[in-house]
């Protein structure tokens, strides 16, 4: 067993109540290689901006769970190394069962995701209160879910929203003793989230998505309180990222994000984690994808992951200062 405190890192506890007092959301990247891992840490450090690294089953997979560890004690001597501390909380995103959230503990994660949104309601109780009273007994967090996003999360596809139910979060979250809760508020997972059909065009002609369902959120809020609120499937799918890889040889279809402004405006509420991964995979593939068309003499890794690095690392960077309002809080 290693404890997450051995390895430098923190639990969300602190960072999600901070974050909710004072209106904004705490970045959760997605990385499951060393460049990314890198860009994160560079990104956050530079900004001053407390982190959560996450890591699906899937990267856990790709990446191997020993490395994996290894790689989060590093992010935290290296984030001290280029000078300055930064909280940092290693967390599993959508763990599936009790054994893998397990595992990731035993592991050194300080947070754990149980998702049991596609269980009937009991179940995902059941399942999500087992988790918990484990994971306290590390002072690991826990976040659960409630509702579904459309779109694909690892193995599972839902074709449209199933929005949270208010009135269920009161008795899921006392039951459970969740630390945190994902919503379904009208965000998806992936680079497709709307198409150009389902959007209307703005005044400057911007196609523009269907707005979030702050009113569901509301009503949450009125409910609980204060309660650390988590936004999956928010990215933004940035225009410029698609045009790159379609200029050069990508086949994108034309895809709509979540607006930032969206993303800006919940992040002052109580929702306190905004998870982003697909515009990490856009820009590091636009980098790449520019650097094999217009130099295909070049063959060494690091003069395409190289750049591939700077464009994430300016895009994190973006996203703790323009969106989220996390820089300058740690
Ligand atoms: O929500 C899912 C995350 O984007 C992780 O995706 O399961 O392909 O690693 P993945
Ligand atoms: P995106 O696919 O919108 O980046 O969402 C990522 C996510 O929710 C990870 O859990
Ligand atoms: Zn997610």
């Keep these: 067993m290693v404890s997450y405190k051995e390895l430098g890192l923190v639990n969300s506890k602190e960072l999600f109540k901070k974050a909710v007092d ?10 499951n290689n060393m460049e990314q891992l890198q860009a994160i840490v560079a990104a956050c450090v530079e900004t001053k901006s407390p982190v959560i690294m996450q890591v699906s089953s899937g990267a856990r997979k790709y990446a191997n769970q020993t490395l994996l560890r290894y790689m989060a004690q590093g992010a935290v001597q290296y984030a001290k190394e280029l000078g300055y501390e ?9 763990g599936d069962s ?24 009991e179940e995902n109780v059941a399942l999500t209160k087992q988790v918990v009273d484990y994971a306290h007994q590390h002072d690991v967090t826990v976040e659960g879910e409630l509702g579904i996003l459309a779109g694909i ?10 929005y949270t139910e208010p ?16 919503i379904s508020i009208g965000t998806s997972h992936g680079a497709y989230k709307f198409t150009p059909e389902q959007c209307t065009r703005n005044e400057q002609g911007v196609l523009v998505p269907p707005p979030l369902r702050f009113d569901i959120l509301e009503e949450i809020e009125k409910r609980i309180p204060g309660f650390p609120i988590v936004l999956h499937g928010s990215s933004s799918v940035p225009q410029e990222y698609v045009d790159t890889i379609n200029k050069y040889g990508g086949q994108l279809e034309d895809s709509i994000g979540i607006p930032e402004e969206q993303l800006r405006k919940a992040a002052k509420s109580a929702v ?3 998870n982003i991964d697909s515009d990490g995979r856009l820009a590091m593939t636009a980098a790449v994808r520019e650097v094999f068309a217009t130099q295909p003499a070049e063959f060494d890794p690091r003069k395409y992951l190289g750049p591939a690095r700077e464009a994430l690392k300016k895009l994190y960077m973006h996203k703790t200062e323009n969106v989220l309002g996390s820089a300058g809080k740690a």
């Design 22 to 31: 004072g209106g904004y959301a705490i970045p959760a990247f997605n990385f």
């Design 86 to 94: 930064i909280p940092i909380v290693l967390h599993l995103d959508h």
């Design 98 to 121: 009790f054994e893998l959230c397990k595992d990731c503990i035993e592991s050194g994660f300080s947070s754990v995701m149980i998702d049991g949104s596609h269980l009937p309601y």
């Design 153 to 162: 999360e690892d193995d599972v596809v839902a074709e449209t929203h199933t």
């Design 167 to 182: 009135d269920e979060v009161v008795d899921f979250v006392t039951r459970t003793g969740v630390d945190s809760l994902a």
């Design 272 to 274: 306190c984690k905004i």
